[in-house]
């Protein structure tokens, strides 16, 4: 999704590198599962981290189930590698935990529509950091041609994107500051929208 490419659809980082990480095995059964997510994450934060920039690392998978080890990569990722972690927060319309997006230093993307309506199937939780649009979200689809679909894995991209263009504008801020810059910065007007979703995500003050 390269901006101004003139073909298909287009990202809001604008002259983004990207990189596609494989953490799927071969030969699996049904629906590819995530095999190897979290040494994806490693190798992603690795990759930018020797390139001698930084990785924002979209991870549109996950599921319940906590692991101190998992976190630790997570951590290992932001802290010495200098990345920054995105998690889809999920679809189940459940007020439940979603890992990766619900571990320390993952920012937890859940999806809202474009007109900032809460759709009402979407996963909730305090640890939710940030909505982004994942309604009829234009998006390539495997063989060829677009289609549009809905999902927190259509939100997550979307955030971790708009912290691409936010460093375009910033070269020198460190991912921590991007990321404080994009959280303190979220427009609130989701809560006046959705009053009832402000109390589902524990939100004081």
Same mark, same amino acid.
């Given at each position: 999704?390269? @901006?101004?490419?003139?073909?298909?659809?287009a990202?809001?980082?604008?002259?983004a !590198?990207?990189?596609?990480? !494989?953490? =799927? *095995?071969?030969?699996?059964?049904?629906?590819?599962?995530?095999?190897?997510? /979290?040494?994806?994450?490693? %190798?992603?934060? !690795?990759?930018?981290?020797y390139?001698?920039?930084? =990785? $924002?690392i979209?991870n549109?998978?996950?599921g319940?189930?906590? #692991?101190?080890s998992?976190n #630790?990569?997570?951590?290992?990722?932001q802290?010495t %590698?200098?990345?920054?972690?995105?998690?889809?927060?999920?679809?189940?319309n +459940? /007020? +439940?935990e979603? /890992?990766?997006?619900? %571990?320390?230093?993952?920012?937890?993307?859940?999806?809202?529509?474009?007109?900032?309506?809460w759709g009402?199937? &979407?996963? /909730?939780h305090?640890t939710?950091?940030?909505a982004?649009?994942?309604?009829?979200?234009? #998006?390539a689809?495997?063989g060829s041609g677009y289609?549009?679909?809905?999902?927190s =894995?259509? &939100?997550?991209?979307?955030a971790?994107s &708009?912290?691409?263009?936010?460093s375009?504008? %910033?070269?020198?801020?460190?991912?921590?500051?991007?990321?404080? *810059? $994009?959280? +303190? #910065?979220?427009? *609130?007007?989701?809560?006046e929208?959705?009053? +009832?979703?402000? @109390?589902c995500?524990?939100?004081a003050?």
């Open positions: 999704a390269t @901006t101004d490419n003139d073909f298909g659809i990202s809001t980082a604008y002259n !590198k990207y990189i596609s990480v !494989k953490v =799927s *095995r071969e030969n699996q059964n049904g629906e590819p599962g995530i095999s190897d997510g /979290y040494a994806g994450i490693l %190798y992603a934060a !690795k990759a930018g981290y390139a001698g920039s930084f =990785s $924002i979209n549109s998978w996950g319940g189930g906590f #692991s101190a998992e #630790s990569t997570i951590n290992t990722a802290n %590698y200098g990345a920054i972690v995105l998690g889809a927060a999920g679809n189940d +459940e /007020y +439940e979603h /890992y990766p997006s619900s %571990y320390d230093n993952c920012i937890s993307v859940c999806a809202i529509g474009c007109s900032y309506a009402g199937w &979407a996963t /909730y305090p939710v950091d940030l982004a649009p994942g309604e009829s979200v234009y #998006s689809i495997i289609e549009s679909w809905d999902g =894995s259509m &939100a997550c991209p979307n971790a &708009a912290i691409g263009l936010l375009s504008y %910033y070269p020198d801020w460190n991912n921590i500051m991007l990321r404080e *810059r $994009i959280e +303190e #910065s979220a427009d *609130r007007r989701i809560y929208l959705n009053p +009832e979703y402000e @109390t995500n524990g939100y003050g």
